[in-house]
């Protein structure tokens, strides 16, 4: 199923509550939230939301680049598996969750931005500590696209450090389920920061790499891609690159990643919406191969790029005229 955007003009545009956005605390943007668009500013959930108070919630994250929404498709799935599994249910299908999230961007006129879908259990008129009463909650907002890696930190390769933390066991939080528990990964980052890195990559219950804040991990050994198959929320970008990997003719395999296969690389990228495919070139302060960012990373990032205007895998969003 393909969004279809509807030609600019064409259709009729809900008007956006309080205008004037407060851009000292909040980016620009556009959010959906109790059944209207305001401004990010304007939209809030109740403390008493257990989205909030349980991290009960799951959410996905889409992007659009040059006007173009990126494998809104894969992103619904994921979204709708995720709801599905929590048992959670929102009044809108597929079809009017794409249209929230179109005009969410259309709304707030931007071209490269990053989109949320969240739902949470919510709350029930009596606090009940029974999940199955409260009501839950779906909102969604458009903010300016954002990257796990800046410009500088994209042409160089990032700095990572390996932390010692456990991410949350698949058998505790099925990861499957794109989830708000990210101590572990707070954790990390922290570790990571301490030893002098700019991020991190935690591990899985066996001591093997498992992912980063946000973020997969691939290693490139002679010609051939690794990353982490288990433990691990099954990225998006981290999907695209497999594809890209077939187009390209790489052969590649999601298996165990131990912390010598990191050490040891090639070349080593991360995987993210937020920012694409970002090269990593320090690991716990050592270069991963020659210090460069690498060849294949490079063919990859080309391509993952080069697809954001392919029909198959993009769509275009509709927005309102100037
Ligand atoms: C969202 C996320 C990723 C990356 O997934 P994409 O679909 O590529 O954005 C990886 N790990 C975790 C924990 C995530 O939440």
């Not at 605390?25 to 403390?47: H, L, M, N, Q, W």
Request: net charge negative; charged share 20%.
């Amino acid at each position: 199923m393909q969004h279809n955007a509807v030609a600019a003009g064409a259709r009729s545009w809900p008007r956006v509550e309080k205008v004037v956005p407060d851009t000292r605390t909040y980016p620009r943007g556009v959010a959906y939230v109790d059944g209207a668009f305001t401004t990010i500013s304007e939209a809030k959930i109740s403390v008493l939301d257990w989205g909030f108070l349980h991290s009960d919630a799951t959410y996905d994250t889409a992007h659009v680049w040059n006007g173009r929404f990126f494998r809104l498709d894969l992103h619904l799935d994921r979204f709708f598996g995720g709801l599905e599994k929590l048992r959670m249910s929102i009044p809108y299908s597929r079809e009017q969750v794409a249209e929230i999230m179109h005009t969410c961007v259309g709304l707030s006129g931007l071209r490269a931005a990053y989109v949320e879908v969240i739902c949470t259990r919510g709350s029930s008129p009596t606090f009940s500590r029974d999940p199955r009463q409260s009501v839950n909650r779906f909102m969604a907002f458009a903010v300016p696209f954002g990257s796990v890696a800046n410009q500088e930190q994209l042409r160089r390769g990032l700095h990572v450090a390996v932390s010692d933390i456990v991410r949350i066991p698949p058998k505790s939080v099925d990861p499957s389920i794109k989830n708000y528990h990210w101590l572990d990964l707070v954790r990390g980052l922290y570790d990571a920061y301490e030893q002098g890195a700019e991020t991190a990559l935690i591990r899985d219950t066996d001591g093997n790499i498992a992912e980063g804040p946000g973020f997969n991990v691939f290693v490139v050994k002679g010609g051939r891609l690794t990353t982490p198959a288990f433990g691990v929320l099954p990225g998006i970008t981290r999907q695209s690159v497999f594809e890209i990997c077939g187009l390209l003719g790489y052969e590649y395999a999601a298996e165990p990643v131990p912390l010598d296969n990191l050490l040891g690389a090639d070349e080593v990228f991360i995987t993210s919406t937020a920012g694409g495919v970002m090269p990593v070139t320090i690991v716990n302060g050592q270069p991963v191969g020659n210090g460069n960012v690498g060849v294949v990373t490079q063919e990859i990032m080309k391509v993952y790029w080069e697809r954001h205007e392919h029909p198959d895998w993009s769509v275009a969003v509709a927005y309102p005229e100037a």
